[in-house]
């Protein structure tokens, strides 16, 4: 599909209508995502019908739908809306940049962090989708590094600046929080950056980058002159092997 093969990045080489498409495709998902997540706390909200039973109860088999359902559960609207901002940021982040295994990487993070939880959280039920947010932050700021891109580095930077408080939400300090949700889906996203680190991202170098590649290149010419120059003068200070001194 050409869309999930354009990687846009130098300004002279951009196409508008696909740098719109893949924006605006970039944009849909999540927003169904996120407003799924709305209907079904609206629906709580209006009727009696509860959903934290589908939320995953570790180690039994009534929580094993949980693995699917618990991120689209929420224990309020505090709680939704708190999720509801960087999941959606996170999330259209990872269509934009990643493409063509986007949905296969939320897909397998989404797994993951709930299969994970069933296996060794504590028995009670854990609803939200924390872990899924935990998962893709992870993953966007460990694989933003260990790809050295410019782009992802900067994306990186900005989900430390904007969730580096996430970090202590790893850590048992509220025993209302599900804690184990939020660790395990760090560790799916850590694990994940670095199974999908050989997947190339294919782009274009910026302006900047190639004058440094070309100075570079220069610098290693002139020094190859350099090495000649000298090896010519040694050649010439050398007496010759026939000479005699009569």
Not at 2 to 30: A, C, G, Q, T
Not at 135 to 162: K, P
């Amino acid at each position: 599909m050409k869309l999930f093969n354009y990687y846009p990045s130098n300004p002279r080489k951009l196409d508008p209508k696909l740098e719109k498409r893949i924006f605006i495709h970039s944009l849909v998902f999540p927003a169904a995502f996120v407003l799924l997540c709305w209907i079904i706390e609206l629906i709580k909200a209006t009727t009696s019908i509860h959903f934290v039973r589908l939320g995953v109860y570790p180690l039994h088999w009534k929580g094993l739908p949980g693995i699917l359902f618990s991120p689209l559960i929420h224990s309020g609207y505090n709680h939704l809306i708190s999720n509801s901002i960087p999941l959606f940021i996170l999330f259209f982040a990872l269509i934009y940049f990643y493409r063509r295994i986007s949905y296969r990487i939320f897909f397998l993070l989404y797994i993951l962090s709930g299969i994970s939880v069933w296996l060794v959280g504590r028995e009670a039920w854990h609803i939200g989708a924390s872990g899924v947010i935990y998962a893709l932050a992870a993953f966007h700021f460990v694989s933003g590094i260990i790809r050295n891109d410019i782009r992802l580095l900067t994306l990186s930077i900005v989900v430390v600046f904007l969730y580096g408080g996430l970090i202590w939400g790893i850590f048992p300090i509220d025993p209302k929080i599900s804690w184990e949700g939020h660790l395990w889906g760090a560790v799916s996203g850590v694990f994940l950056a670095f199974y999908y680190r050989k997947y190339i991202i294919r782009r274009d170098k910026f302006d900047w980058e190639e004058e440094e590649e070309k100075d570079d290149d220069e610098e290693e010419e002139d020094g190859d002159q350099a090495g000649e120059g000298r090896n010519t003068v040694e050649e010439k200070r050398t007496p010759p092997v026939d000479g005699s001194t009569g």
